[in-house]
């Protein structure tokens, strides 16, 4: 069974620059969700799709952050402009419900 | 409302034993068990449901007390596979997100 696919694995910016990441859930998985983990924390939820509906987005800063899950598979999570701030590793992860979480490797970015 | 984990780090010998602590505020429908090794994603380990049940994966358990809206994970016989960052996850009755807590670090010394 495949796994839930991110890319890119790292990326390194400028603040105020803009960047994008890619996510493809595990098949069949309706739930999508989006943490940010900065460094010795816990996995901080941005955003939860329920096929390509939000559930929840209510710690997501929608005046630089924005995410799409078309047609209910793909997810694109993309910052305009980045801080400093935002430095951290972001995860992508799918569920079959409430069931567990199967996690993407994550995309560390790094904002100078 | 984040879960709180305690302790926030803890230190054993192989073959040492461990217990990890969760707790939360509010009522809680399930609790899940997630750890994590430095530089990878987490995995989940296990998931509770109300009801108080406690489940067993190998040598690592965990219980979940709804009353108090607590859960521990228990470690027993630890090996060196078992470091890393422990993350519990809560669900509250009638949310649909998955909150973790901020992590309790086990390290496993020969």
């Known amino acids: 069974e495949a796994g839930v696919a991110q890319s890119p694995r790292y990326k390194i910016i400028e603040k105020r620059q803009s960047v994008a990441f890619w996510c493809n859930p595990i098949s069949g998985h309706a739930t999508l969700y989006w943490y940010q983990q900065i460094l010795g924390q816990g996995p901080k939820l941005l955003i939860q799709?329920?096929?390509?509906?939000?559930?929840?987005d209510s710690q997501l800063p929608k005046d630089r952050f924005s995410a799409e899950r078309l047609k209910g598979v793909d997810s694109t999570l993309k910052i305009q402009p980045a801080k400093l701030e935002d430095s951290a590793v972001y995860l992508c992860?799918?569920?079959?419900?409430?069931?567990?979480?199967?996690f993407g490797s994550g995309t560390q970015l790094s904002v100078l | 409302q984040q879960p709180v984990q305690s302790p926030q780090a803890v230190i054993l010998r192989e073959g040492e034993d461990a217990v990890i602590n969760c707790s939360s505020s509010k009522a809680l429908y399930s609790v899940h068990w997630y750890r994590q090794k430095h530089g990878e994603a987490p995995v989940f380990l296990m998931i509770l449901l109300k009801g108080g049940e406690q489940k067993g994966h190998e040598k690592i358990s965990a219980s979940f007390n709804e009353k108090k809206q607590q859960s521990s994970l228990y470690l027993t016989a630890s090996q060196l596979s078992y470091s890393g960052t422990y993350f519990c996850g809560t669900l509250d009755q009638g949310a649909q997100k998955l909150v973790f807590g901020q992590g309790t670090r086990l390290t496993i010394n020969p």
């Open positions: 992860a799918s569920s079959f419900g409430r069931e567990k979480l199967f």
């Open positions: 799709f329920q096929n390509n509906g939000v559930v929840d």
